[in-house]
């Protein structure tokens, strides 16, 4: 049975298709013991494998938008997904359906080769692998490539536990295959713009950034809202190393992302200046001329505008025989 099994599986994709749309030429049957039919149409008709096939074809013509038992192991991660399978849920609802039976089935894309597509439902059906289940309650959606990302995504979105980069991927997948704008996809989603954009704003986040977010523990990642990441990017012009490392720094759990936004927001420091020196030269009581020194420069003020221009002379005079010696020394 095991090579009828096999060629079963071979030929069930494109002849249950065939019969589900009412396309496929069944041969009629002939009276038991009639001359009239050929050996291969009685082979095709008979056999242990198209009669199992029929079998099942006609289930899932029966079972169209209803629920059905589907093996498990028939069931791929379909490639509409955007984030890999979390494994705090997969034990959440591991630890329920050990306790409870299956709630509400999964949607699945029937394929070509006869498996199927998962379009909602990969973490039920991880648990529900994990507590040895072969099979599970599914919903058979003949779907369009589109329809099957949207289904995909949207159902993912109205998860409460996702994270807002988790909701970006989604929305960026959306964006980038479609070309939709931002209005578009709040108006698919059913969400209002500001929440689109505020998702959206780790788009503005360069790649070395975003691979930090990846690797974020859920828990962590999870903090990384749109709302603080918008607050980041504001900054992205001036402090983009800054932001690189802080975001590094959040993933190896050294720093919360509300302290890298708060070190952003903080005022720069004003460059510590060197003390202003200060000489004042005195005719008696009263000031003939005061010299305040900075760094590199030095700044005389004369009292009288006539002891200013005498002194100008001689500082000149000055600066050019210390230049002449600084000369003769590097030589």
Sequence with gaps: MGSKRGNVGSHFGAITEMLTNGTAPVAPRAPRGSAATSAPTSLAAFSADYQELEAQV???????????????????????HTTPVDLERVARLQANLAMNPQSSPATLQRKPDGRFNILAGRHRKAAMANLGHDEWDAVIRDVDEDTAERLTFYDNLLAPNLTDYARFRGFAQRKRSKGLTEQQIADEAGVHRTTVNRVMSFASLTAEM?????????????????????????????????????????????????????????????????????????VGKAMFAKMSRREG?????????????????????????????????AK
């Design 297 to 329: 420069r030095v700044i005389v003020d004369f009292a009288d505008a006539a002891d200013a221009q005498e002194a100008e002379q001689a500082v000149l005079a000055l600066l050019k025989e210390r230049a002449a010696k600084k000369k003769s020394a």
């Design 210 to 282: 975003l691979s930090s977010v990846e690797r974020m523990p859920s828990e962590i990642q999870a903090t990384v809202t749109g709302n603080l990441v918008t607050d980041i990017v504001r900054h992205i012009d001036k402090k983009a190393p800054l932001i690189a490392e802080g975001l590094a720094k959040v993933a190896d759990q050294q720093l919360r992302v509300s302290d890298l936004v708060r070190t952003l927001e903080a005022p720069e420091t004003a460059p510590v200046r060197q003390a202003v020196e200060q000489q004042v030269v005195r």
């Design 58 to 80: 006609t289930k899932l013509k029966e079972a169209q938008g209803q629920a059905m038992r589907v093996r498990l192991d028939l069931c791929d991660d379909g490639p509409h």
